[in-house]
């Protein structure tokens, strides 16, 4: 029996129905999601974990109760609801086909891969299976991030005019783990590419892209940019500015602001904590969140939350398909805009 | 094994110590507190749960896979190392003298008694056992209500002149409680007496306190206050206004300013997200959290990490017997200057 | 034909009908009356300028090309509607009474004085006189405080339970301005009880005042404090609570709060501008304005296209002889409770 | 004598140096200009106004008592130090070259041509002359601007790598003027282009400009665009991105981001006052200034004080002819960019 939620979630209702989740790939998010699963969402059970190097997988199950399976193992259980696929990137496509064949829900991180046409074959195989399908972009149920797509989805923007998305991590990766992320377009600004989709309820149509190295000049060796600014055409007339920094040296920056014809809405930084001082010199508050888990862990609690009312419940993907290949395709235009210094049409692709 | 904190502490340095605690009291607030512990504070583990009304503990302790013990045996346990008192405030001071002849670590919710001879009582058995102790002001464990406390201690203030204390809570609780509560100074501004002490670190000498009824006719007609307004004097010429009300309809209101010959240091609401919007008319920013938890929750695992530490590391206690004996002492002196309408000297009592 | 406001104002509707004033003191205040009366509201026109000293006068008058008259002079002068007293307190209720007998409309600096028995003199004299009269509480004017009274009076916040004032200066007076000062009650915390009056709309009828000296020694010689908690209990039950200091190190910290049945509204206090920095260690914004015009400049501008207005359309004075009777009272009793430690009753004098 | 400044500043030094001014051109802008001139800015004096249309001069001239000249009167009058030319856009160049070969000291309201050639004509007769010019440029005066350009130029924020600059009108220009303007790139977004090179201190070398007519579409049959995204490329590797729009119908919104290695700086919009409410259903602070002469009055007296500064100490222009014809020139490649479809070089120009 769970007891996830206790002493704050126990008088609250009727009991969820459980839903069994299987987590292949054992590094820092699957190990995050497995906890996450085991100890905090109402309706989940972490029923096993897996990972291509078994022994990968070994310190988590035992912390978690819960047993190591070899990935067919995992796909073959019949007590086993859905995987959430935490692998590397260039693993999942393959896992997808599987877990799709297998019957299971699948939950897969971002992005499903760096290639167009695997993606399409990962999509294939999902819909041609039937089986429900959610990619890990988080930022989606961040509740203040959340709340500008309401502000816009409940019109209290008016139309849609202008959206900006300023995304700039703590710190930069190691250059060696640059080499296989597929350049910031496709491993950090895919997430606001998905965030403008999200706000905006409009396609993009085309893609302008710049950047530059202002970090670490390593970073420019391995062949990438550590700083970026893209602008993205909609097709319903919105524009997106974003922009984005391996380095913010005060912390986290995350924050959309979606303007239009009758107002905006915006989703702030939330500071660490309401306490602040001032002094003769200077009113101080606190800095931002450092750790991405101190600043978003509450969007991967709500994201685990709304996949298991999806699989309660069905209905349309919290972050379906469409999600899951557009991300990526844009992506792909982006970089492909910033090598030729051109806007690049979606339909180029 | 425990499981709690996993997928985002599990790199965090050796495993801490484990102590093992048994809640005694299973209402709202004991079930709240074995949750925590059962799942969320590296280092605890839940053991047992008991209450007077055996079956009380039956739920708590089957969803948190914890056997129900009689006090009597939670007592004898010698695999238990601490209780948390968390029974009705009536029962307090025989458990703390109970667990203290045990030999057990002891944290009790506050109040330890409204009586300030049966608080004594209750003193001395502690003292008599050379037990550690700690009572349930969790608010001195909010993060920002304890940066104004480490700003007047680390001197950012300079010396203390002035601290305000706004404690409002979103709801009045039923005219039955307010009966048995004690009145509301020894109810509910006793946290904020409890606070004055724990930021301005200097004792407090007399007490003038005012109140009326304006929130709710009936707890007028059961012999208390749902509005109040407390000015301490401090030893060392500080002085403390506080002003509470049972019912702030936009949320829980909980602020600390502390003034001094240097600058300011406060503790401001937090919102409940980041978001907001502006339109022609308005800015609109989020009310605040309205339940207890969504405000303080944090407050609660520090109290319980501190606890933790306060076991494994010995030394001062985060909130000892002077916290335990002050606080109910003010919370009388209060009373009876409310009644008297006069200030009322800590010495009188 | 007056050149105030030009270019900003120049489309701004039908010209104001023009009420001529004539200022009474020469010091600081009287001359930015004066200043701010010739230069920037419409509808008013500095007539002439006088001061017991009457060299004191040149500068100013030569500076706004208006005549320095003598007082007699001044009040004998047909061609001036009113007069603003600007001179030294202990003048104030001979020259509002001389103003009256000559029939000019009265603007009077606060207080009027610090001897009840003489503010009555001044009150019987308006009153026989018929005369307009208005005291100069600059601080009802305040954007900001006045959208609080807004609230309250539109109730927006409901019924009014909790009113908190702080009005901190920035740096203290010279120790001889105190000896002649009347006292912090009545010469600072003054402003404080003319807004608490003025917010909530129900007398006040209970006063308990505590001061210490904390901010300079001298003051204390001086027979005086620094450092004030008042708390004032109204007819409606509504209690208010009012820290003053002597010196706050960051600026002019200026805060009003309603609490009610229904929410709050609060006057914060406005930053120098809009700019702000965040780096690795804090995030940094202004202090406080410093100078008591760079805070309330708007008040007194305000202020007096109140009074252009009063004169010309008539109607209740923006602040009247209760006002100018009231707050002088309850600075009397505050500075009885603080020497008595014990709370007043207004009737007692 | 000036009665400027006259009751807060009387007592602030040594008077001032005087220098007289002519306002030409007495259009909204220019009576603003002739207002500050007259009764704010010390030191300055207006000394007459004229307009190709004398009768438009009547009535500023009228209200601050200063002569109505012909222009040619006002150039060849001795005793004017400087001009202002506050006329129409298309009357700019000929009047900065006239007033140069008469040896006048110039101000110039923005932008000085829409045509880069004859930008090029005015800025030769400047040279040629050698007298003091300043472009209309108030924005670099706001407080909060200037302590983002102050925390770059100080490197508070280490190597800029992000400027992000918003812009946008609270309403709309009538169509007709949108005809005449030379498209919101000339007549809008040169405010921010200035900004742009004011803050980073770094020329931009290229332009990518998208705009859409989403606010009014006869903004569209007139041959403009009312929103719009432009990105600047900047010589040192500084990126800024823009955004604008004709009507946010929430206030007049004006910010500007400055991020780099060490952090950020901000200018954020102010408030009309920081009073607020709070409900159960919401927090609600007050909307944005309206007006232009609300968010930018103080930014048009530091313009002038800067201007008589420059006059007196001489040095470099606080915004000088770089300043006008760069900002045409990026103007120029924005609205390229903007048709074309794709990047476009200041070296094309």
Known sequence: MS??????DIDAGPPPQIRRIGVIGCGRIGRMHAGLIAAEIPGLELAAVADAVPAAADQVAESLSVPVLTIEELLAAPDIDAVAVCSSTDTHVDLVVAAAQ????????????????QVDRAVAAVQAAGVPFMIGFNRRFDPGHKSVRDAVADRVVGDLHILRITSRDPAPPPPEY?????????????????????????????VYARGTVRVDPRIGEAGDV??????????????????NSREAVYGFDQRVEAF???????????????????????????????????????????EWAAFHSYLVSGGESPAGLDAAR????????????????????????
Chains 1, 2, 3, 4 share one sequence.
């Open 226 to 243: 550590d700083t970026a600014v893209t602008l993205l055409f909609h097709e319903d007339g919105t524009m997106t500015t974003i922009d």
């Open 178 to 206: 640059v080499t296989v992320s597929g350049g910031i377009f496709l491993d950090m600004v895919i997430h606001d590419f998905d965030m403008a989709r999200y706000v905006a309820a409009s396609e993009v149509v085309e």
């Open 326 to 349: 557009q991300s990526t395709a844009i992506g792909i235009a982006a970089t492909r805009s910033f090598r030729e210094g051109r806007p690049v049409s979606l339909k180029e692709l």
């Open 260 to 302: 239009g014809s009758e107002g905006m809405a915006v989703s702030d930084n939330p500071a660490r904590h309401a306490g602040w001082t001032r002094t003769r010199e200077v009113t101080s508050s606190q800095p931002l969140p450092w750790f991405f888990l101190e600043r978003y862990l509450e969007s991967y609690r709500q």
């Open 102 to 117: 297998a019957g299971k829900a699948i939950f897969c991180e971002k992005p499903v891969s760096l290639d167009l046409a």
């Open 3 to 8: 007891n996830k939620g206790a002493g704050f």
